[in-house]
C-alpha cells in the first residue's frame, strides 16, 4: 500500500461572484464565486505553495524528496515544464526525478498513479505529486464565468502511522473526448446532455471496479458542478458530496487534487474518501483511507473562507497582468 505523509493545498485569495462577470454582458449565471489570481500568481507560485503545505503537514524536508511528478492543462509555455520548477523551488536534490502530466485534467490522477508506481518499484522512497491550474476564458464568454484557479499537492512515501492511505485505484479508458479546449481559445463543450452521459458512464465504469463500494467522502471534480452529484446519486453512494466548485471555480487538474485536499480535510480516522479525477478519454477512481486526524497547519476551508471580492475590471486586470487571458 503507499502511504499518504502529508497533503496540502491551495486558492488565490480573491474571488469575483460570477453574477457579475455575467453582469457586464446583461446576462444571468447560476450562484457561486470564481477564484482569481493575483497579478504575481501563476500555476507555479500556486504548486508551490500547495507542495509547501504538504511537506510541512508531513513534517519533512524538500531534501528528502526523491522524485516530483506534477499536472497542469494550464502551463503558458508550450515547452518549460512545471515539475522541474517545483522540485527546485522545495529544495528537492539535483538527483531528483521529476515528470510532467498535461492535457487534461485527468492529468491529476495519472500523475498519482505514476507515483504509486514508482514506490512500488522502489524508484523513489518519497514522491511529491502537485496539480495546479489558472484556467484562462476568453472576455464574454459563459466560460470566463467559472475559469478557476487552484492548486494541491500530496506528499507520498511509507510510514507507520500514516496520514492516510491509498487502498484501490480504477481506470476507464473510454475515448471520448467531449469538452476540449484548443490552443488560445475558449472551451467548447459541444452536446452538454450527451457529454454528461458520456461521464456518468465514465465515472460509474471506474469507480464500479474499486473493490470498495462503503465511502463516506466523495469528490468528483467536473467542469460543472451540477456532473459530481448526480454522479454520487447514479453510483447511489451514501457519502458526502466534497467539492469547491462553488467557491472557486472550475480548476480542472489543480481542481482535482484541490477537491481531494477538501475531502481529507473533512474525514476522520478509518472513513474512507472516493476520488473521480475525470478527463477527456476517461476516469481514474482512487479510494484512500484515512489513517489519523491530522490536518494541514492551512486547510482547505481556512482558504475558501479567507477571502476578498474584487470587481470585474480588476479580475481583468489580474488576469491581464498574470498572462492569463
Known amino acids: 500500500m503507499t502511504d499518504f505523509v502529508g497533503y496540502g493545498s491551495y486558492v488565490p485569495r480573491y474571488r469575483i461572484q460570477r453574477s457579475d462577470i455575467a453582469a457586464q454582458y446583461d446576462d444571468h449565471a447560476r450562484g457561486g464565486e470564481t477564484a482569481v489570481p493575483a497579478h504575481d500568481e501563476d500555476v507555479t507560485t500556486m504548486a508551490v505553495e500547495a507542495a509547501t503545505t504538504a511537506l510541512d503537514h508531513a513534517g519533512a524536508a524538500g531534501s528528502n524528496v526523491d522524485l516530483v511528478y506534477a499536472a497542469t492543462t494550464s502551463d503558458p509555455f508550450d515547452e518549460r ?50 496539480a495546479s491550474d489558472v484556467l484562462s476564458a476568453p472576455q464574454g464568454t459563459s466560460a470566463e464565468r467559472t475559469a478557476g484557479a487552484g492548486a494541491g499537492a500530496l506528499l507520498l512515501g511509507h510510514e507507520s502511522d500514516p496520514v492516510a492511505e491509498l487502498v484501490g485505484e480504477a481506470s476507464a479508458t473510454t475515448g471520448y473526448v467531449g469538452r476540449f479546449v484548443p490552443t488560445a481559445g475558449a472551451p467548447r463543450e459541444g452536446d452538454g446532455r450527451f457529454n454528461r452521459e458520456q461521464y456518468l458512464a465514465a465515472v460509474t465504469q471506474a469507480v464500479g471496479a474499486l473493490d470498495a463500494d462503503d465511502f463516506d467522502h466523495g469528490a468528483f471534480p467536473a467542469h460543472d458542478g451540477g456532473w459530481g452529484r448526480k454522479a454520487a446519486g447514479a453510483l447511489d453512494i451514501d457519502a458526502e458530496h466534497v467539492s469547491t466548485f462553488d467557491a472557486v471555480g472550475y480548476a480542472a487538474a489543480g481542481g482535482v487534487l484541490l477537491d481531494l485536499a477538501a475531502a481529507l480535510d473533512a474525514a476522520t480516522a478509518g472513513e474512507r474518501v472516493l476520488l473521480a479525477g475525470y478527463g477527456p478519454g476517461g476516469c481514474d477512481a482512487v479510494s484512500i483511507e484515512r489513517r489519523t486526524d491530522s490536518l494541514p497547519e492551512t486547510t482547505t476551508e481556512t482558504y475558501l473562507d479567507s477571502k476578498e471580492y474584487v470587481p470585474y475590471g480588476k479580475h481583468r486586470q489580474f488576469r491581464e497582468q498574470g498572462g492569463v487571458a
Open 81 to 130: 515544464g512545471l515539475a522541474p520548477h517545483v522540485a527546485h523551488a522545495v529544495g528537492a536534490p539535483e538527483r531528483v526525478r521529476v515528470g510532467d502530466f498535461q492535457g487534461s485534467a485527468r492529468a491529476a490522477t495519472n500523475a498519482l498513479s505514476a507515483a504509486v508506481d514508482a514506490l512500488a518499484a522502489d524508484r523513489a522512497g518519497t514522491a511529491l505529486v502537485v
